[in-house]
Each structure stands twice: as structure tokens, then as C-alpha cells.
């Protein structure tokens, strides 16, 4: 019943942007602040940026901060990360997830020239 499908990753150059969308149904998207998190090969999964439920309020990992972008649309039940200026350090399975209870499958977003 709980699904979140995360999706726009890909393939980049060193300094390309993407813009990663999740789309969350079977709970109450509106009252769950949101993270997204990332595993790059050979590393534990670790926190990229959480948002408030209401999207006032932002954090971000110092590795991307000033680079990376969180908001939310919950007319949509959706929440995104932009991504820009990406580094190859940056390639990772992204993952969408409330606060840790449920998560989606992944978008692989793959930094290389």
C-alpha cells in the first residue's frame, strides 16, 4: 500500500545538473517531513538533505550544501533534489524516505565524463 518511486537519475558530466522527483502514496505525505539519502558503491548510505512538513525549513550534508536543492509539493505528494554542479563523488543510488520508516527503490545517478 505504501509506495515511493523515486525517479530522474542518470548519466552526467562532471558540472551537469539533474533534478530528482519521489512520489509518495499510503501515507500522509502533507504531515512527514521528508530526506533524501544516497549509498555510493562501497559505502554506507548516508543523509543528503531532509525538509519539514510544510517545506519552511531545510538541511543539507556540508558535501552538498550550496550545490543540491530540497522542496516538496504536497498537492503532488512529491519531493525533489536538485542537483547541480555534480562531482563524480556525487554518483550514488538516491533514496527518498519520511524518517526512516519507509523508503523507495532508488535512482542511480552516475557522475563521469
Known amino acids: 500500500q505504501v509506495q515511493l518511486v523515486e525517479s530522474g537519475g542518470g548519466l552526467v558530466q562532471p558540472g551537469g545538473s539533474l533534478r530528482l522527483s519521489c512520489t509518495v502514496s499510503?501515507?500522509?505525505?502533507?504531515?512527514?517531513?521528508m530526506n533524501w539519502y544516497r549509498q555510493a558503491p562501497g559505502k554506507e548510505r548516508e543523509w543528503v538533505a531532509t525538509?519539514?512538513?510544510?517545506?519552511?525549513?531545510?538541511s543539507y550534508a556540508d558535501s552538498v550544501k550550496g550545490r543540491f536543492t530540497i522542496s516538496r509539493d504536497n498537492a503532488k505528494n512529491t519531493v525533489y533534489l536538485q542537483m547541480n554542479s555534480l562531482k563524480p563523488e556525487d554518483t550514488a543510488v538516491y533514496y527518498c524516505?519520511?524518517?526512516?520508516?519507509?523508503w523507495g527503490q532508488g535512482t542511480q545517478v552516475t557522475v563521469s565524463s
Open positions: 524516505t519520511n524518517r526512516l520508516r519507509y
Open positions: 499510503g501515507f500522509d505525505f502533507s504531515s512527514n517531513l
Open positions: 525538509i519539514s512538513s510544510a517545506g519552511g525549513g531545510t
